[in-house]
């Protein structure tokens, strides 16, 4: 069975520090990766996905499947960066279905 | 940009009623989710929906639960008789084939 573990539930940092929200996964086959965030009162929105290997806002992340790992960075934290994240995990097959972590809540401050 | 919608964006309903909650997914696309988020806890799989059926479904989504694609357009989530711990965020996601689910903003189920 698949598992996203998110250890940290809060994460406070001050503007332009660094930040790295942790997500590791478990998973027996070939896995899919992404990140989610959800900003104050609005939709779960897709930020990153591994296969793409894109930067989205500043953010990156790095799929190592020998850690099992996915974590999320950014080198300069913003303000307008504090939200929920949510890294997911998509099983094979024909469902895409997805397994999310239990998210960390990102607070930005000035 | 086009979105899923839901509606109504909340609903209070005493326990033991019954409740629909509507979606409209992006038009062209074929797969169709259910998810819910208890207030605190993580976002957790209902069940998935292609081609007119349940591809599948967690063991959350027992026999009170059922979903429709009535007309084409809308994909519904009945609760049939509601319990208080169905009390939940409830969102509603679509795709095409793989990955990205777009999201809707979700209707919050409030069971009294």
């Known amino acids: 069975a698949q598992r996203v573990t998110q250890p940290e539930k809060l994460l406070s940092v001050f503007k332009g520090a660094p930040v790295e929200l942790k997500c590791n996964y478990s998973?027996?086959?070939?896995?899919?990766l992404f990140w989610y965030v959800q900003y104050s009162r609005q939709r779960l929105q897709l930020l990153l996905r591994?296969?793409s290997r894109e930067s989205i806002k500043g953010f990156t992340a790095d799929l190592n499947k020998g850690e099992t790992s996915f974590h999320l960075k950014k080198p300069f934290a913003q303000e307008e960066d504090s939200a929920m994240y949510y890294c997911a995990l998509m099983s094979g097959g024909s469902n895409y279905k997805l397994t999310f972590g239990k998210g960390t809540l990102l607070t930005v401050n000035p | 940009e086009p979105e899923v919608t839901q509606t109504p964006s909340h609903q209070v309903t005493q326990m033991g009623q019954e409740v629909i909650l509507r979606c409209v997914p992006i038009s062209n696309h074929l797969y169709f989710y259910w998810y819910r988020q208890i207030l605190g806890q993580k976002v957790e799989f209902l069940v998935s929906f292609y081609n007119n059926e349940i591809s599948e479904k967690s063991e959350i989504f027992d026999d009170q639960f059922s979903v429709e694609r009535p007309d084409g357009s809308n994909f519904t989530l009945k609760i049939r008789s509601t319990k208080l711990e169905d009390s939940a965020m409830y969102f509603c996601a679509s795709s095409r084939t793989d990955a990205p689910l777009h999201f809707g903003n979700g209707t919050r189920l409030t069971v009294t």
């Open positions: 998973y027996s086959g070939s896995p899919e």
């Open positions: 591994h296969i």
